[in-house]
């Protein structure tokens, strides 16, 4: 079993939908949690940052943990095309020099936005 | 601002063949890493190195060989390529060593015959 479960999708939706990424994870030791966006044939973009659990809030984006049910989400307000990429979870267990944890990364779900 | 830098974008190779992915980068990172991406596996660290002179096997690192002499540059060796290592290659850099908020290269598409 896969220490993060992410739907590869693929998802789409129409323009201005509020659109929700999930992913589950199985390692309770997870304390930061990140997302980033990728572009077709480009390198990931980190998209959002947060530490511990409690909601995390930028501009059309917001960034939720919920460790009691080891669940993170993404919400997309407004869903734009310019959204449409691959959008990734990830997590560690906190600073490497303490808990010799490295990234986690989800599989990537496929978002499309139509006009 | 140029970022993390990867060449070659794309390349083909033949099983046994070696070759080595560069990267560089420009913002003074010390921490560097190198992951794969394939299909349903995500994105896997290979190896990675906190600062010049120091580097260290991640999740998937038989295979592959890398070197720290400087801060700008961590190239990927591969010692004989197998078809298994077909993937696309990403090269990664961080302020922040310690909760590894990456900046991302473009990638590199290899492809062992």
């Known amino acids: 079993q896969k220490e993060v479960e992410q739907d590869p999708g693929p998802l789409s939706v129409p323009e201005g939908a509020i659109v929700s990424l999930n992913c589950t994870y199985s390692?309770?030791?997870?304390?930061?949690f990140m997302w980033y966006r990728q572009y077709s044939r480009k390198g990931p973009e980190l998209l959002m940052y947060?530490?511990?659990?409690g909601n995390k809030e930028d501009g059309r984006f917001t960034a939720q943990v919920d460790k009691s049910s080891k669940y993170i989400s993404l919400f997309i307000r407004d869903s734009q095309p310019s959204d449409s990429a691959t959008y990734l979870c990830?997590?560690?267990?906190?600073?490497?020099?303490?808990?010799?944890?490295?990234?986690?990364f989800g599989e990537g779900t496929q978002l499309t936005v139509n006009p | 601002n140029a970022g993390v830098t990867q060449t070659p974008k794309f390349q083909v190779l033949k099983t046994g063949q070696s070759m080595t992915l560069q990267c560089a980068q420009d913002?003074?990172?010390?921490?560097m890493s190198w992951y794969r991406q394939d299909p349903g596996m995500g994105l896997r660290l290979i190896h990675y190195?906190?600062?010049?002179?120091?580097?260290d096997q991640g999740e998937v690192p038989n295979g592959y060989n890398v070197s720290r002499s400087t801060t700008e540059d961590f190239p990927l060796r591969l010692l004989s390529a197998a078809p298994s290592q077909t993937s696309v290659y990403f090269c990664?850099?961080?302020?922040?060593?310690?909760?590894?908020?990456?900046?991302f290269g473009s990638g590199t598409q290899l492809s062992v015959l």
């Open positions: 990664a850099s961080s302020f922040d060593r310690e909760t590894e908020k990456l900046f």
């Open positions: 390692n309770s030791a997870f304390q930061y």
């Open positions: 947060t530490y511990s659990s």
């Open positions: 990830a997590m560690s267990g906190g600073p490497y020099e303490t808990s010799g944890s490295r990234l986690t």
């Open positions: 913002m003074n990172h010390e921490y």
């Open positions: 190195s906190v600062g010049a002179g120091i580097t």
